[in-house]
């Protein structure tokens, strides 16, 4: 009897701690029900469906996997698909570029806080603004750039995000100019869990500089690296404002790339239904890497 | 005694060759900066004259600040949205985050998952549904809209969860023998003690929204909405040709982040450096 009353009681306060934690995530389930996990079921369905917004609701065919066929024969989607695999050329050099400034900052210089702004300061800069900037700068004619290219003796500078051979070069320039902040601020807090003594063993056992860096900073970094190679080639997956900002995929789709490109086919073009199939291609893209994070990530434990 | 010397003497020297990288580094806001300052007939003189010859900063700062396309009333729209999605996003955050972590009822581990896996999906492979979305239930154009769609953040509701986990259980169960509700334990207690954590989170909310780009251009229509970074990009279509104008412009919509981010340095490196480390 009295054990039963125990239960009841206990199931009472079980109900009222079900209750009150539902109360507290409901805000964020609410938000991300309609903003994220709705779209992207409509996303998938949507890519399986033929449909020029203006025309309504009734302007909606169903047209199965057509889309898909479609892409693989479309050549702006090919050429936008191998501008995003070029670009991502530009995860590994700014991850080198990062991973040395990072060991200069942390242990070699005085004044780390002021080097840590100045080399954040294009991360933190509205890429809007900064986009805008470059876009003087590699003026063909009169830029500082091509000046000092000039004065410098080379005849024939090339003409940057105006030149179809040289835009996506440029904008990949830009792209590891801004992205070296976040990645130089990963590594030094990567760095500074490197335990001391691992450096003061090895210089009793006489390693020179190059040698501590081979085997000690370069292995005890690695999940770190790793961390930045992934987010590195998720984000080039994610390009947008700087082409949005200086080139809108051109000259001659020379830099149009997956998001770009969607992005012009739903909102310029007004075909929802064909983009919507390029977003499911994106999804996947992502989708894959992170699932290979994972696996990796399981086997392969560095320290 | 030597070594020490040699060793200070070797740091010396890197930092010199550092502190010239980075100056080449930050040529690009230098030019803009000193551009800004200029007439226009000597913007591209070369060799580049880095301190102006003829300063020409009130008239172009004041062009852009209350000239023909005011930036203050941009400055403004941009505020109250990157205040209030900051505000939202850190409150949703923190509760959900407190759910999540310190209430325990069977669902719990579920809907973690599934708040989790919607972090795989990239905001750009969804814009279509959320553009119908918008325009079926009038949110498009507005700020509420905008406001609504950086509110709901995965990365902050993990980031302070691990804060949240953090916190000894005693302190959470020592309240309930009080009497105290949950909402009582969480405002009072739970809280207060992961303030910091909130505070870092909310600068690199704020941050990220008044750059946000993207959003602002696929959902807003009305020039008078505009946030910061359209008007900025308007801005440099009004003025064509006008570079000293449109540096101007640039760095005005650079500035206020900057500071906002010098002020707060020590909480958004730390920040960027915990979501980096922690993953």
């Given amino acids: 009897m009295k054990a039963k009353t125990r239960a009841k009681g206990y199931m009472k306060l079980q109900r009222k701690e079900t209750l009150a934690g539902l109360l507290f995530v409901a805000p964020m389930l609410i938000g991300v029900t309609f903003l994220t996990l709705i779209p992207i079921i409509a996303a998938f369905l949507l890519s399986l469906s033929e449909w020029n917004f203006v025309a309504g609701w009734d302007g909606l065919k169903w047209v199965g996997l057509d889309n898909f066929q479609r892409l693989l024969s479309d050549d702006a989607f090919i050429k936008s698909l191998l501008n995003n695999a070029w670009f991502l050329l530009t995860v590994p050099i700014y991850m080198a570029i990062s991973m040395f400034l990072a060991i200069m900052i942390d242990r070699n210089v005085y004044a780390k806080s002021y080097f840590k702004v100045a080399f954040f300061m294009p991360y933190i800069s509205s890429v809007v603004a900064v986009a805008i900037v470059w876009q003087v700068l590699f003026h063909p004619s009169a830029g ?158 560095n320290y | 005694m030597n070594s020490v010397i040699a060793e200070r003497t070797r740091k010396i020297v890197l930092t010199i060759i550092m502190f010239a990288i980075s100056i080449l580094f930050l040529l690009p806001f230098l030019w803009m900066l000193s551009t800004s300052f200029k007439i226009e007939a000597e913007v591209f003189t070369y060799p580049i004259e880095w301190l102006p010859k003829t300063w020409n900063v009130v008239e172009n700062y004041h062009e852009v600040w209350v000239g023909k396309f005011p930036f203050y009333k941009y400055y403004w729209n941009t505020i109250k949205v990157s205040v209030l999605t900051t505000l939202i996003s850190c409150a949703v955050s923190a509760l959900a985050a407190y759910g999540f972590s310190k209430i325990q009822f069977k669902a719990s581990s579920y809907l973690f998952i599934i708040v989790l896996t919607t972090y795989m999906i990239p905001q750009q492979a969804i814009l279509v549904p959320q553009f119908i979305l918008y325009r079926e239930i009038q949110l498009f154009d507005s700020h509420l809209g905008l406001i609504l769609l950086g509110s709901f953040s995965v990365l902050g509701t993990f980031m302070l969860r691990q804060f949240f986990m953090g916190i000894h259980q005693e302190f959470i169960e020592s309240g309930k023998i009080d009497g105290a509700s949950h909402w009582t334990i969480f405002w009072r207690i739970a809280f207060p003690l992961v303030r910091p954590a909130v505070a870092t989170y909310a600068i690199l909310r704020f941050i990220w929204t008044w750059n946000d780009y993207q959003n602002p251009l696929i959902f807003l229509r009305t020039d008078a909405l505009y946030t910061i970074q359209l008007a900025i990009q308007k801005f440099t279509t009004i003025n064509g040709e006008f570079y000293s104008l449109i540096m101007a412009g640039t760095v005005s919509g650079i500035l206020p982040l900057l500071i906002v981010f010098i002020i707060g340095q020590k909480s958004v490196i730390e920040g960027i450096a915990l979501g980096g480390v922690k993953g």
């Fill in chain 1, 144 to 301: 500082p750039i091509n000046q000092t290219l000039m004065a410098l003796g080379i005849d024939n500078p090339p003409g940057w995000i105006a030149d179809p051979k040289f835009a996506l070069v440029s904008i990949m320039m830009i792209s590891i100019w801004i992205s070296i902040g976040f990645n130089m601020i990963v590594y030094i807090a990567g760095l500074q869990a490197i335990p001391k003594d691992l450096y003061e063993a090895a210089s009793i056992d006489g390693a020179n500089g190059w040698r501590k860096f081979l085997n000690i900073t370069f292995p005890m970094l690695s999940s770190t690296s790793f961390f930045l190679l992934v987010t590195g080639i998720i984000a080039s997956f994610k390009v947008f404002d700087l082409i949005a900002v200086l080139t809108k995929g051109g000259p001659i789709r020379s830099t149009s790339m997956i998001v770009w490109h969607l992005y012009e086919t739903a909102f310029t073009n007004l075909k929802l239904g064909y983009a919507s199939s390029m977003a499911v291609v994106l999804f996947a893209c992502v989708l894959f890497i992170t699932l290979l994070q994972w696996v990796i990530q399981k086997k392969w434990v």
